[in-house]
């Protein structure tokens, strides 16, 4: 498949009174033509940091870029000046954020909202952009579009705020559509709507997905592939199914374990013990050792080297040593 933005050894860091936090270190993936890919894990490893990086928002100061690369259409999204960014923010590249009413303005309608993108990167007129915006909300499931043009953010409901949003990220026809948490302040019905309406979207238009969550319930309904990030850092890659019946980390099976389960008659969550590991300081190994019940010295002094599982499965933890897998396959 054709890849339309690879993420390659990414680092980004906060100046902060108290330090340096070493936000991502080392995020490595690719997105290809099509597919969704979702990015899971607790808050605080980096998933959003990833993802503003990608879209160039991570304010400078106090954040930046430090290492690494981000390839669009063979340009380097990293070394690319703002004004040259502004013309794929929001054309190629869109985003949904996790609140919908915090990314939208309370005193523009929603009409002047949506059209705003598509009259700054196409230069179109005013009625072309208007018909275009009532498109949109067609598509996303607003009803009565030409009426709801002229209301105003609050005069809509949190699954309705959340359906602009979308529509304001498709407005342009974006290749690649980035949603940051995108149903987390929705109800479950909601939600069902929402992830329904994305998987609509990507077979009419095309466009490519990252999917930043810590719900995997949601990345058991609309993912292809799977990034299982941790401390910073990506510690297991793989296709949906092979992440959910086939996880090789030990931070994978502990989030696996911590999904309430309705097949199971009386199951109980299980909680991943400890805390996460410490930014300004992080460990020279792998990131979840402090946490790990299976961790070796090994695990405290370096990082572990990829191990491919298959094509698409690929992890980074020691317990894949000839050495240690028996044990650890007769404990899990």
């Not at 070394?79 to 949904?96: C, F, N, Q, T, V």
């Not at 030990?250 to 199951?267: C, F, H, M, Q, W």
């Amino acid at each position: 498949m054709e890849k339309i933005l690879q993420v390659k050894n990414l680092h980004v860091s906060f100046r902060t009174y108290g330090g340096e936090v070493k936000a991502v270190r080392g995020v490595t993936f690719d997105l290809h033509k099509g597919e969704t890919i979702a990015i899971v894990g607790e808050s605080g490893c980096g998933k959003s940091v990833t993802a503003k990086s990608i879209m160039g928002l991570i304010p400078n100061p106090p954040g930046k870029i430090t290492d690494g690369k981000i390839l669009f259409k063979g340009k380097d999204l990293a070394k690319l000046p703002d004004r040259e960014l502004r013309k794929i923010r929001g054309a190629d590249i869109s985003m949904i954020f996790q609140d919908p009413m915090t990314a939208l303005n309370p005193t523009l309608t929603i009409g002047e909202q949506i059209m705003e993108g598509i009259i700054q990167h196409h230069k179109i007129a005013r009625s072309d952009a208007r018909k275009k915006a009532l498109e949109i909300l067609e598509l996303v499931g607003i009803p009565s579009p030409k009426s709801r043009l002229k209301q105003y953010p609050h005069q809509f409901s949190g699954g309705m705020r959340q359906r602009i949003v979308i529509a304001l990220a498709l407005i342009c026809e974006p290749e690649v559509m980035i949603a940051d948490e995108p149903t987390t302040a929705l109800d479950v019905t909601i939600q069902a709507q929402i992830l329904d309406l994305f998987r609509d979207i990507q077979k009419k238009t095309g466009v490519s997905i990252i999917l930043i969550t810590h719900d995997l319930g949601v990345v058991a309904q609309v993912a292809d592939r799977v990034a299982v990030m941790y401390g910073g850092k990506i510690i297991e890659t793989g296709t949906k199914r092979e992440i959910f019946y086939e996880p090789q980390h030990p931070y994978t099976k502990g989030l696996l374990n911590s999904v309430p389960r309705i097949d199971i008659e009386d199951a109980e969550l299980v909680p991943i013990a400890g805390t996460p590991p410490d930014l300004f300081a992080p460990p020279a190994g792998c990131p979840f050792v402090a946490r790990c019940e299976y961790a070796m010295e090994v695990c405290d002094r370096i990082y572990p080297t990829q191990t491919l599982k298959g094509n698409e499965h690929q992890v980074y933890c020691w317990l894949q040593d000839v050495r240690a897998k028996t044990s650890f396959a007769t404990k899990w």
